[in-house]
């Protein structure tokens, strides 16, 4: 089946830092592509998306390119803030037998930015 | 515009025990998905339902299940609770189930066995 491998947590970094966080997939077809945030006690809320190859999803400062070639979305952000402390999961669209689609998630990754 | 809401927000239950949580999905969104999240992992698919009827199901077992309702709120049920049921349970509705819709999450129920 598909699935989504995340780069292991925490990251750790100090306020205007560079963040990137690595999201690789495995997929049959081209399923669109996600990065939530779930900040703590609380449900996931969606960050960015792509539905196709070489689309570009942004938000609040967060990017991530759908590379078709290297299976691959990471997360990326210019300079965090400790505001950003949170977990990140990469996901994907399966489409199921029905028709229809569900997530797939990766097992996400803590992030937590120090002055 | 109301998000999804979930209630209640913590449960205790005991092994054994039944435990029905509930969900109200975002107004004009007729599909609702149902994900199980155990502490440090990725939420993992249980079942969806659009208008009323079980569209796909994941990989857990009949004591898992659910309802929809004509005003497209849903209801997850767990029979003979186990420890391994554990967990935040995720509810999100969509505006239809198509390839590329957005799942809009509620905050969660954390259920806990013991």
């Known amino acids: 089946g598909n699935s989504v491998t995340q780069m292991e947590g925490p990251v750790t970094l100090s306020e205007e830092a560079f963040l990137t966080i690595n999201c690789t997939y495995t997929?049959?077809?081209?399923?669109?592509l996600f990065w939530y945030v779930q900040y703590p006690g609380e449900g996931l809320q969606l960050l960015l998306k792509?539905?196709?190859?070489?689309d570009k999803g942004s938000n609040k400062g967060f990017e991530a390119t759908y590379r078709k070639e290297t299976t691959s979305f990471h997360l990326e952000k210019g300079s965090v803030q400790v505001s950003d402390s949170a977990v990140y999961f990469c996901?994907?669209?399966?489409?199921?037998?029905?028709?229809?689609?569900?997530?797939?998630f990766g097992t996400g990754t803590r992030l937590l930015v120090s002055p | 515009e109301t998000g999804v809401t979930q209630s209640p927000t913590h449960l205790i239950k005991t092994r054994g025990q039944q435990v029905t949580l509930r969900c109200s999905s975002q107004?004009?969104?007729?599909?609702v998905s149902w994900y199980q999240q155990a502490l440090g992992q990725g939420p993992q698919f249980i079942f969806q339902?659009?208008?009323?009827?079980?569209?796909g199901r994941g990989n857990f077992p009949p004591r898992f299940s659910g309802l929809q309702f004509p005003n497209y709120s849903s209801e997850l049920n767990v029979n003979a609770l186990e420890l391994d049921d554990s967990a935040l349970y995720l509810c999100?509705?969509?505006?239809?189930?198509?390839?590329?819709?957005?799942?809009?999450f509620g905050p969660g129920t954390r259920l806990t066995v013991l």
């Open positions: 999100a509705s969509s505006p239809g189930a198509n390839q590329g819709n957005e799942q809009f």
């Open positions: 997929a049959t077809g081209y399923p669109s």
């Open positions: 792509a539905t196709k190859a070489d």
């Open positions: 996901a994907l669209s399966e489409l199921m037998n029905t028709g229809f689609q569900k997530l797939v």
């Open positions: 107004s004009g969104h007729n599909t």
């Open positions: 339902y659009y208008r009323e009827e079980e569209n």
